[in-house]
């Protein structure tokens, strides 16, 4: 079974702080996709990075590949009120299957 | 947006009934996925569908089952709920790149 882990579980930070979190796993996946839920709504993707050591850029969000593809970073820099949400990280496998982080819940205080 | 909608939006039942959830799509898409999601263990696979009459289980299949009788549609059946079973579920389904998936807006359930 392949586990993937996110840290931290729970963020609450001021507006304009950067922030990074992680999304790691023993196992190797074929792609990487971020999602961002917000209450009373499904997950919205943000990115699907494929490549070992892969860097996008979404604005102010930016998201890596590990280079052994096992894990997965997302930095934000100068946060704001608007980027409070679920963050999820999803490991792809052959067939179409995704495995899921547990998520980071992220408060962003004007 | 993903032409995706799931309905009922909100459901209450009683234990001991049955329940069925709808996902719709229109965009031709060949996968579809159904998923539950709970505090402290994220979104877990229950049941997905590669094709019409095409299926399989997923981690969390235990008292639910899938039809697919139309590319468009996918049924997910609770055939006896329990409280076990209140959840939020989503629908999903496959996009262009491999592994991409798009979500529909979710059904919370209740099972009193």
């Known amino acids: 079974t392949q586990l993937l882990e996110q840290s931290p579980q729970f963020l609450s930070i001021q507006e304009g702080e950067n922030l990074t979190v992680y999304c790691n796993s023993s196992s190797v996946f074929s792609s990487l996709q971020w999602y961002r839920q917000e209450p009373g709504e499904g997950p919205v993707l943000l990115v699907t990075v494929v490549t070992g050591g892969e860097v996008k850029k979404l604005k102010r969000l930016t998201f890596q590949f590990g280079d052994a593809r096992k894990d997965s970073s997302l930095h934000i820099t100068a946060a704001q009120p608007g980027d409070t949400g679920l963050y999820l990280c999803?490991?792809?496998?052959?067939?179409?299957?995704?495995?899921f982080g547990g998520g980071t819940r992220l408060m962003v205080k004007p | 947006d993903a032409g995706i909608t799931q309905s009922p939006r909100h459901k209450v039942t009683e234990t001991g009934t049955p329940v069925t959830l709808r996902c719709h799509q229109t965009e031709n898409h060949r996968y579809m996925y159904w998923y539950r999601q709970d505090p402290g263990h994220g979104l877990r696979l229950i049941h997905y569908s590669y094709g019409v009459k095409d299926t399989d289980k997923g981690e969390v299949s235990d008292g639910y089952s899938v039809s697919r009788s139309k590319t468009e549609d996918f049924l997910l059946t609770l055939e006896s709920a329990t409280s076990s079973q209140t959840s939020v579920y989503f629908c999903?389904?496959?996009?262009?790149?491999?592994?991409?998936?798009?979500f529909g807006p979710g059904t919370r359930l209740t099972v009193l």
């Open positions: 999903a389904i496959s996009g262009m790149r491999p592994n991409e998936q798009f």
């Open positions: 999803a490991g792809g496998n052959a067939g179409n299957m995704l495995t």
